[in-house]
């Protein structure tokens, strides 16, 4: 018989039974430990910060919400929730929305170098029921194998959803953009987009980026840059870097024309149109001489210049989240004559915010 | 010294640093065995029924969606989501929401006395920023507690939140309805309800029930019912008991006029208005000759009558979540002339989606 010359591994060794009750008090005190702890960290997940204005003031809402079962119930003071122009120093919660599909590396890269803390950042995506949606699902998901291997994956949350709706199986460039399908597409689209910002905005979420899976390249302030304009919706000016024919230097060349500002002939357009009509920027069957943002681009400008607009696009877009939580939503449906991101500016301003956009702040699309 | 007669306490005593590697074992091995739970609960959460058809089918969606870390990466099949008619049954989770200025216990014990499973049912409120508001909120917590001490609290998420937005102050019932405060007053009540809904919609849930905090009396049902309907929309008829003056009995009138079918004369009146003005159902300053669901009830017909609606009023009315996920808001702007819940039946109609009431299915309003 083996005899070990510690007493208490002996008597442990004869008596295995006596270590039950240790064991038993160990785990129910760490599950007291850790179920409390686990409580109090999701009550602080979304404990804005109050500012103390001194002993002597009583602050109503700490008073109305306290002392109450925490078990499953959650309070949030919307009034408490800031979208400002510090976002980053008030450590304001974005979510960045994407629907994908296709997944491109340089999207991903570009993402994964924004400077932004990441730990406040959380993603979704929307992935249409095609073959080629499952593409670039499968794509996202080694992408994001590799980069958790790598210990670099640390954003906050990741939401991915899988369309419900009937998704446009070809959505090659030179069909997406023949002007009889864009009505469907962009219907479709405004759809996924409901679907993807409504089932993933938090009572927590101050900012939502709305990014297209096709933009490649983007300063890596990008969402500092944004939020600093403190605009209710404020998009970025996408352009593409292409070989100049003439130069065969890299050169660049507007491309999302989605950014406009209406023009007499484009409300003299809409007034023309059936109900269920739509105008689609960027068409040679609809003349509409708005200003399109993508033709203000100027190189040596200010890249904070603002302009308003009444138009946008998808490519590069903040928005406050207050904005969707009061309902603006993509509409799938001729809107004032206008579907998807062009309805969702058209409905943002019915909710009476203003629509901005930055000429000189390019992003750019990727180059097919 | 005291001596144990027992040698393993003995040993602990005089030793007691011992005792710190077995702790030590036992936290690592239990937490990993709280982890690994703590994750396949949670994605257990919303892992949708998959249908088998068989050992030879490859589930494409298994294949795509396994393999990935799980950690704070929630994936959501929306197809999987079923909202049938036989809801109990398929487990499909119900969201009840409820704007709420005023706490009346007959609400809160009507929905605590619903037969739906409560674990399947999520509850949703929001406050206005006013001393009414903040009454209401305390007393609803008061209820909460007490319901909570008595070990019935068994729904499965309960969330408030504080509006944002500024509310109007009075809502007396006779301010409440003068035609010239119920723009602005429903215009605030459709923010909020945006705010709520946006808030508070999971991926995972299939139902939405928009109750008002003043229905005080619904069949215990109520869910089984409306859901039973399988309508991507549906409105029961709020009525209201009172003592009859005639008779002195207890009696029931018709409550909500806000439920109706458009009329020939309410398409002329809303042609004939300018843009931004609404037609508010139920007010002498508006005739539209609507049919209105309210003066349908049949006191001998069959409580499951459908018909079709083209406007609803918020009291008790179930809607398909996909509906809402898919962009319908309730406008706080005139759409089509209307706005708030009557603007929302507008809005599904313009998403593809049918509306319908049920004219002898009878909940009632608080007699104030």
Redesign the interface.
């Known amino acids: 018989m083996v005899h070990y010359r510690n007493?208490?591994l002996n008597?442990i060794r004869r008596?295995p039974l006596?270590?039950l009750a240790?064991?038993t008090l160990?785990?129910v005190i760490?599950f007291y430990f850790?179920s409390a702890h686990g409580f109090s960290s999701s009550k602080q997940k979304y404990n804005y910060t109050r500012k103390s204005r001194g002993w002597f003031y009583k602050n109503?809402?700490t008073v109305?919400l306290k002392d109450?079962?925490k078990n499953?119930?959650?309070?949030?003071?919307?009034?408490k929730?800031t979208a400002s122009k510090d976002a980053l120093n008030k450590r304001e919660e974005v979510l960045i929305l994407t629907p994908m599909s296709k997944f491109l590396p340089e999207y991903w890269e570009n993402i994964n170098k924004l400077t932004y803390d990441h730990s406040l950042i959380s993603l979704g995506f929307i992935f249409p029921?095609t073959t080629e949606g499952?593409d670039a699902?499968?794509e996202l998901?080694n992408a994001?194998?590799k980069t958790?291997r790598e210990k670099l994956?640390n954003?906050?949350?990741?939401?991915?959803?899988?369309?419900?709706?009937n998704s446009l199986n070809s959505q090659l460039e030179k069909d997406r953009h023949a002007f009889k399908v864009q009505k469907e597409r962009r219907s479709m689209m405004?759809?996924a987009r409901?679907?993807l910002?409504?089932?993933t905005?938090?009572?927590s979420t101050s900012w939502i980026l709305w990014l297209d899976a096709d933009i490649v390249e983007t300063p890596a302030t990008l969402i500092q840059d944004l939020t600093g304009h403190n605009k209710p919706v404020v998009s970025a000016n996408v352009h593409q870097r292409y070989i100049n024919p003439d130069t065969k230097q890299q050169d660049i060349r507007p491309y999302d024309f989605n950014n406009w500002v209406e023009s007499e002939e484009g409300l003299k357009l809409a007034a023309s149109l059936p109900d269920d009509e739509i105008i689609v920027e960027g068409y040679s069957e609809m003349v509409t001489h708005r200003a399109l943002m993508a033709h203000f681009y100027d190189p040596k400008g200010d890249p904070s210049t603002e302009m308003t607009l009444d138009g946008v696009g998808g490519g590069a877009v903040m928005v406050k989240a207050?904005v969707?939580?009061?309902?603006a939503?993509?509409?799938?449906?001729p809107f004032y004559h206008l579907i998807e991101t062009e309805g969702f500016a058209k409905m943002a301003k019915?909710?009476g915010y203003e629509v901005y956009g930055l000429p000189n702040y390019l992003v750019f699309h990727y180059n097919e």
Request: aromatic share 14%; net charge positive.
């Open positions: 007493r208490y008597y008596k006596a270590l240790p064991i160990l785990v760490y850790f109503r809402d109305i109450l079962p499953h119930i959650s309070h949030y003071d919307l009034n929730l029921r499952d699902l499968k998901e994001l194998k958790k994956l954003f906050k949350k990741i939401t991915i959803l899988r369309q419900d709706s405004a759809l409901n679907s910002v409504f089932s905005i938090l009572p207050d969707h939580r009061d309902g939503m993509f509409p799938s449906f019915r909710l």
